[in-house]
Every structure is written in structure tokens, then in C-alpha cells.
Nanobody, 124 residues
Framework: VQLQASGGGLVQAGGSLRLSCVASEQTFTSYSAGWFRQAPGKEREFVAA????????YYSDSAKGRFTISRDSAKNTVYLEMNHLIPEDTAVYYC??????????????????WGQGTLVTVSS
């Protein structure tokens, strides 16, 4: 399984970006999907996830109400729509896939496959 993340860039505070994560095969019909981010000098942190079972979605407190994770099975793609961006959202964003259970959906170690990351920079 290979994941390719894209869509990052430089945006002003208040703006929007849509990140895409394309899988090499029908990954997202077999695995749950997650988005994580890592800012310089900080640990990788959970942003959003979409569980395979039932399609439930989960968000970090900072992402809730501003970000939306979605899936297009026909395109083997998971998206992260990000609105009302703030400078604190600046980070490298990673997509991931794995067979996660509810209690581990926010844990990076629960995901087996990772994309290469795409940089999001939000200017003030």
C-alpha cells in the first residue's frame, strides 16, 4: 500500500485548503483513514480520522468545526478539507491508513501505512 498526500501550500489566516491522499489500491475500502500533523519541534498529533466500520469520523479539538475528513472510494482518495485556518495549523500533514479500533483511532501507532507528508503554512 502506498499513500500520496498533496494539496499543501501557503495560505493566509482565515483561508482554506483541501488536502488529498491517494492510495495505490482500494485501501480506503479496507482500512480506516487518518490525518496527522507535525509542527517543527513537536510530536506528531492526531487531526482527523474516518473509521472503515460505519464511516464514523473523529476530530481533534482544534480541528472540530473547521476541518472535514471525507472519502471518495471510486478515486481511492481521502480528503481533509480545512477552513478558517490559523497560524497554529502550520505543520506537515500526513495521511495514514490502518485497521484501527475505536480506542486507538487517535494514536499514530495504530496506523500501518503512511504518506510522505504535505506542508501547510498559514501566515498571519
Amino acid at each position: 500500500v502506498q499513500l500520496q498526500a498533496s494539496g499543501g501550500g501557503l495560505v493566509q489566516a482565515g483561508g482554506s485548503l483541501r488536502l488529498s491522499c491517494v492510495a495505490s489500491e482500494q485501501t480506503f475500502t479496507s482500512y480506516s483513514a487518518g490525518w496527522f500533523r507535525q509542527a517543527p519541534g513537536k510530536e506528531r498529533e492526531f487531526v482527523a480520522a474516518r473509521r472503515l466500520s460505519g464511516g464514523s469520523t473523529y476530530y481533534s479539538d482544534s480541528a472540530k468545526g473547521r476541518f472535514t475528513i471525507s472519502r471518495d472510494s471510486a478515486k481511492n482518495t481521502v480528503y481533509l478539507e480545512m477552513n478558517h485556518l490559523i497560524p497554529e495549523d502550520t505543520a506537515v500533514y500526513y495521511c495514514a491508513a490502518g485497521r484501527v479500533i475505536l480506542s486507538t483511532v487517535r494514536s499514530p501507532s495504530a496506523y500501518n501505512y503512511w504518506g510522505q507528508g504535505t506542508l501547510v503554512t498559514v501566515s498571519s
